[in-house]
C-alpha cells in the first residue's frame, strides 16, 4: 500500500539535506521543468530543494506522481503538523525565562482575555451608525461561515468589498473607523493580491453576531435579500442610515452626455426584487419619486438630487465630491473630462 494513501501527516515534511540529494537526483528535472510540472515558482522549488525551507506535502505529492520510485523516502521526513512553527517559537522562548518571568508574562496574557467587547444587545437598532454599517453591508458585504481545523470548529467573518481606485478611501477612512467605534474592534482594509479590489475583514464573533441576531442573512445574499422587519419598523429618518449605506458601497451617481451632464442620476443595483421595492417604497414615502428599471432603483432629477442629500446623504468621499461638484459647476462629469 502507497505510504501517501495510509500516512495521515501535518502540511509540511522536513528532510535532511542527504535525502534531498536523493530525492531530486532521481527526479533529473531542472527548476524550471519542475516548476512547469508542478505550477511552483523556482525559487520556492530552490528552497526546498537545499532545505533551507521545509516542504509543503502537496509539493512531495507532485513529485511522487512523476516520479513514484521517490515515494519511500517520506519514511526519512519529519512530519510537521499545522502549527509546529508557533510550538517551536513557544518552546524557545519558554527556554530563555525564569520562573518569575514567565509568571508576569502569564499574568500579562490573562489580563487580556476578559472580553471588553460590548453587548450587542444595548447597541440594538438605534445607533444612526449601526443602521449604516448594516446596509453597507447589505450593499457589497457578506456574513460568512467556514469550518477551520479538524472536528466541528466554524469561524464567521464579515466582509465588505470595494474598487481598490474609488472605493478605498471610503473603507478605510469611513467604514472601518466606524466598524471599530461600534464594536470596539480593529479592523484593517487590505488590498487582495490578485485582484484591483479591496476587503473590510472582521473576524469578531460579536459583529457577526449582531448582523445576525437582527435578520442578516449567512451565506450568498442572493434574491431573498431585504430590509428586516425590524428595521423597517423604524421612522424613516433612521432607515435612512441603511439606505446612506447602500448607496455607498453597492450605488452610484452620474449624469448623461446626451443630457449635457447636468441632470444628475443616483443608482442602486440589487438582484433582489424584494430590497428593490423596499427601497422605492422608502423613497416615495418622503417625497422622492424613485423607479425602478431592471435591477436598478434609479433616483432622477436635480430637486430630487438635492432631496436625497438633505434627508439621506453619503459618507462616501466619492459620492461628496461628486454632488459638490453639481453644486459648484451644474455638471457631474465623468473622470478625465
Known sequence: MSLLKYLVMGDRVQFDRKTLDLIFSQLDLTLEELSNKTGSKPRAIKNWRTGSCTMPLSFFRK????????????????????????????????????KQKMKRRMQKARSHITSKFPDIETLGLSTPEALE????????????RYRIGPGNRHRTEVRITGNAMKDREYLNG???????????????????RDANVVD?????????????????????????????????????????????????TDGCIAARK????????????????????????????????????????????????????????????????????????????????
Open 174 to 192: 469611513i467604514l472601518a473607523p466606524m466598524l471599530n467605534r461600534l464594536f470596539e474592534t480593529n479592523v484593517k482594509v487590505r488590498k487582495r
Open 63 to 98: 513529485l511522487c506522481a512523476i516520479e513514484p520510485r521517490i515515494e519511500h523516502f517520506l519514511k526519512e521526513g519529519k512530519d510537521l503538523n499545522r502549527n509546529w512553527g508557533s510550538v517551536l517559537g513557544g518552546t524557545n522562548v519558554i527556554k530563555g525565562l525564569t
Open 258 to 337: 446626451d443630457e449635457g451632464y447636468k441632470y444628475p442620476y443616483i443608482f442602486i443595483c440589487t438582484i433582489s426584487e424584494k430590497l428593490r421595492e423596499q427601497v422605492k417604497m422608502i423613497l416615495r414615502e418622503q417625497g422622492i419619486p424613485a423607479y425602478i428599471h431592471g435591477d436598478t432603483v434609479v433616483v432622477r432629477g436635480c430637486n430630487n438630487f438635492k432631496k436625497w442629500f438633505k434627508k439621506i446623504g453619503s459618507s462616501n468621499p466619492r459620492n461628496l465630491n461628486k454632488y459638490h461638484e453639481w453644486l459648484l459647476t451644474g455638471q457631474i462629469k465623468p473622470m478625465g473630462l
Open 200 to 248: 473590510l475583514v472582521s473576524c469578531a464573533s460579536h459583529v457577526s453576531s449582531w448582523l445576525i441576531k437582527h435578520g442578516f442573512p449567512i451565506g450568498k445574499k442572493g434574491k431573498g435579500l431585504q430590509i428586516p422587519q425590524s428595521i423597517m419598523s423604524l421612522p424613516n429618518e433612521k432607515i435612512n442610515n441603511v439606505l446612506r449605506g447602500l448607496l455607498d
Open 133 to 144: 454599517f448594516y446596509g453597507a453591508v447589505m450593499g457589497d458585504g457578506c456574513v460568512s
